[in-house]
């Protein structure tokens, strides 16, 4: 079918013709003060009012309304809405409904026609004649030929006259498909939603930390992966993805939440955060979990060697993967096929994420115990917050066993990784073995990390790693 816009005299004209049995709202009431006789419109080349057209049809409506709630959602989708407003951001994207609302009823009122007679007049062919005069005949655009069919029958069998009606409204039927899809999964969430979380202990952990230790009859994740949470007597609509810190061996899940907002502020008083009181189990808010959902970082247990890269908060999904490593490693009865693991950690201060070094000292102490601290090999990355003073103590130590910030063995580099020696070194290291790269953070190292994957594996050969890219970006 062709469609195109097509004047409403013309549409009346095809009406009185019998050609067409249907004039939309729109043209039938333009002008307001329209006469009963319709010759009266038929004697006039009549456009529609574009005042009417926009704030009286259901099409100008509804045009005007989606315009709006989608300029509010992308607007609000901006990188810094989202960060230092994401309420904004989360109630402003629910618009969407609005959109989809209004995109469904803007053609309902049938303002635009559409082309019934194709075979007949073919749009295509018909566009190579004019007619020059209503005496001389028509002008063959292409072969530059005048036709000199004064006849009235002639000149339809040349090219008859367009015939349109209104094109119905179709915009619903290429929604609904995807809002079926979209109201099964939301009943999904919000069945699962309801399952009881039972809070079993709620640590404080220094720079204002706080780990949220849970139970779940039935729930079950693997490492790496996270959930939403919802703190219905903090924000009753607000839903926060946070990734899983706990091992899937574990007998219970949790959560590190660094209270940095509103929300998050709000979370840690109500689960006695700063209280020097003892908070009794009743005291506590309930909680809703939503998961949970899977992230590329659980394919690091599908490579023989798994290289480890996390930058600021990003190395949150990595505690769940090195405590599930170690797990498997020890149990007789769990055969794994990964060899080796190199995890680097990229930290912007020292007092960021002091609870991780603490799971990375007692990693490391436990894998020393049962002689497989060869295994893990860490390198840790400090890119600012120091001062000079302190990084000349830091130097002056250099030669101690234990480094002088994380206390870990494995020491503390200032700056940032030089990756092409890594990638080098970890390539020459493993030859002819297919090497997973795991990254989460901001998208700037991704792209770099992904250059090095490609340039490194492009120039192996069988004494070579090969490099398979995974990232994680928030």
Not at 178 to 193: D, H, K, M, N, P
């Amino acid at each position: 079918k062709t469609i195109r816009w097509l004047p409403g005299h013309k549409l009346i004209h095809q009406s009185r013709d019998g050609r067409t049995t249907r004039i939309p709202w729109g043209i039938r009431s333009i002008p307001n003060n329209a006469q009963p006789d319709l010759t009266a419109y038929l004697d006039a080349d009549i456009q529609p009012d574009p005042i009417t057209i926009c704030f009286v049809t259901a099409a100008g409506i509804t045009g005007h309304i989606i315009t709006i709630a989608l300029f509010l959602m992308v607007t609000s989708s901006l990188e810094f809405i989202r960060r230092s407003y994401f309420e904004v951001f989360w109630y402003t994207h629910h618009l969407f409904i609005v959109f989809l609302v209004g995109l469904a009823f803007h053609q309902f009122q049938r303002l635009l026609p559409v082309q019934t007679n194709i075979a007949d007049h073919d749009p295509q062919n018909c566009s190579q004649f004019r007619e020059v005069g209503p005496d001389s005949g028509f002008f063959n655009r292409t072969t530059g030929e005048v036709l000199n069919t004064t006849n009235q029958e002639m000149t339809i069998e040349i090219c008859p006259p367009a015939e349109f009606t209104p094109a119905p409204a179709t915009a619903w039927a290429y929604m609904l498909g995807g809002l079926i899809i979209y109201a099964i999964e939301r009943t999904v969430r919000f069945f699962r939603s309801l399952r009881k979380v039972v809070i079993i202990k709620v640590v404080e952990h220094p720079s204002k930390t706080i780990e949220i230790q849970m139970r779940s009859k039935g729930f079950f994740a693997d490492a790496g992966q996270y959930v939403f949470v919802n703190v219905p007597s903090a924000a009753l609509f607000e839903w926060h993805p946070f990734t899983l810190t706990s091992a899937p061996e574990e007998d219970y899940f949790s959560l590190h939440i660094r209270i940095v907002g509103d929300w998050t502020e709000e979370v840690g008083r109500q689960l006695g955060i700063g209280r020097d009181d003892f908070q009794q189990s009743w005291e506590l808010p309930r909680i809703a979990i939503d998961g949970p959902f899977g992230t590329a970082s659980e394919d690091v247990f599908d490579r023989e060697v798994g290289v480890l890269v996390g930058a600021g908060i990003g190395v949150t999904p990595f505690a769940s993967i090195l405590k599930s490593v170690y797990y498997k490693l020890i149990d007789e009865n769990t055969k794994i096929r990964l060899k080796k693991v190199y995890f680097y950690w990229i930290c912007p201060e020292p007092t960021a994420f002091e609870w991780f070094a603490d799971l990375l000292l007692s990693l490391e102490k436990q894998m020393a115990e049962k002689g497989i601290s060869d295994f893990l090999d860490t390198h840790i990355y400090l890119t600012r917050g120091w001062k000079d003073n302190q990084a000349f103590a830091i130097m002056l130590r250099e030669g101690d066993e234990a480094d002088a910030i994380t206390g870990l063995q494995a020491k503390t580099h200032f700056g940032r990784p030089d990756w092409a020696k890594e990638f080098d070194s970890i390539s020459l290291s493993h030859p002819n073995t297919g090497v997973g790269v795991f990254f989460c953070g901001p998208p700037v190292l991704s792209h770099n990390l992904h250059k090095y994957c490609n340039e490194y594996t492009r120039q192996g050969d069988s004494t070579r790693a090969r490099f398979y890219y995974n990232k994680e970006n928030f």
